[in-house]
């Protein structure tokens, strides 16, 4: 049995809410986030805000702005990850810092208004454990993406173990206990959605649109969003292995029962039976078909291998303003130490 250790929710004490944001290239954005992230702090009376900005390796000014924006700010953490991780995994790196009663992500670039975090705070103590920010609306996007989208999650929730918020999942609060609890859940390329969903908890929903992208561009390029989509799948769902053998069933009986047409009709001397064509068709298909199966496999076979590495999910470069990481004692597996004198060396 895991024990999970939540803070008690007394209200003779102020709560403490963590903001973690995931940074990657949005120089543009920094200012203007900033300015309203201080504007939630100073409007907020019903808990204690600290903000930990993640920078996912940005290569543009936006480390600069983001350590000078925390050495003006109390309340504001930094941390920058060794190389590109992905927002998911920069999530997790923040998630892992923060020590509040419970934390909430969104993106940098404004799209998921901070504004809303407010109402999600409300909905957490009416004793929500999951508070989702679900999307009514996004403004700013084509009809392909929107489609794109709706099929992720129709396609995760109709053929995988856990149930998404049909309308996204890039923008949540939680509790101390699920954010200890999918901190010890999470293996190597986590899906963070799923991973939450997974877990159960009480949940609530907290409606809003998603706001057009004012500033750069998304990060989300076809090929993350299809890499994003296999790890759902593959993370959630046995259905693609066990589709594989259901196929493989199917043409193994259309085969024999194919040979048993070719046998027939030979006795019967219906017809002489074309050789080259219909050979080169068979070998051609099931051989595509052989191949698909093999990738399908393949796909549950690296992130098997993945896990069994034990690497650490992300790797630290930098901090500002965060409890322990000045103490070498207190570093956790993430973080670089220095390289050590080599063996035998005194
Ligand atoms: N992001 C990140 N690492 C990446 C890609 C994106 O930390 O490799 C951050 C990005 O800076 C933003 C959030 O994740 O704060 C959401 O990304 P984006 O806006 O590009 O995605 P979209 O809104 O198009 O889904
Ligand atoms: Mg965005």
Redesign the pocket.
């Known amino acids: 049995m895991i024990r999970l250790d939540g803070f008690p929710r007394s209200e003779s004490r102020l709560p403490v809410l963590d903001v973690v ?6 120089e543009g ?1 920094i200012p203007l986030l900033l300015e309203r992230l201080d504007a939630l702090v100073a409007q907020t009376a019903e808990a204690r805000i600290h903000v930990i900005l ?3 390796h ?1 290569t543009d000014a936006s480390p600069a702005l983001l350590k000078e924006a925390c050495a003006r700010r109390e309340h504001c953490s930094y941390l920058r990850l060794a190389r ?4 998911h ?3 997790l790196a923040g998630l892992e810092h923060s020590r509040g009663d419970c934390a909430v992500f ?4 404004l ?1 998921d208004p901070p504004e809303l975090i407010r109402e999600m705070l409300a909905a957490w103590r009416r004793g929500a454990r999951v508070v989702w920010a679900v999307r009514q609306d996004r403004e700013g ?1 084509p009809w392909s993406e929107k489609l794109f989208s709706s099929l992720f999650y129709a396609l995760v929730n109709r053929f995988t173990q856990v149930r998404l918020p049909s309308r996204g999942s ?1 923008f949540a609060l939680l509790d101390r206990m699920v954010v200890n609890a999918l901190l010890r859940s999470v293996g190597a390329n986590p899906s963070l959605g799923g991973e939450i969903a997974r877990l159960g908890f009480s949940q609530a929903e907290v409606p809003y649109v ?1 706001q057009a ?1 004012r500033f ?5 390029t076809l090929g ?1 969003k299809l890499q994003a989509f296999a790890d759902a799948f593959v993370s959630f769902s046995y259905q693609p292995v066990r589709l594989m053998s259901y196929l493989g069933l199917l043409v193994s009986l259309l085969g024999f029962l194919s040979a048993l047409a070719i046998i027939v009709m030979r006795l019967a001397h219906v017809t002489e039976l074309e050789g080259w064509a219909s050979l080169m068709v068979v070998v051609l298909v099931l051989g595509g078909f052989q191949m698909t199966m093999l990738g399908v496999l393949g796909e549950y076979l690296w992130r098997t291998l993945e896990a069994a590495r034990h690497r650490p999910l992300y790797i630290l470069e930098d901090w500002h303003g965060v409890d322990g990481l000045e103490d070498p004692s207190l570093r956790r597996g993430q973080v670089v130490e220095a390289p050590g004198p080599p063996a035998g060396a005194r």
């Open positions: 944001i995931p940074v990657y290239n949005e954005s993640v920078d996912d940005s590109n991780s992905g927002s995994v920069a999530i969104l993106a940098a670039d799209q996007i890039d998603k992208r750069g561009r998304s990060k989300w993350r």
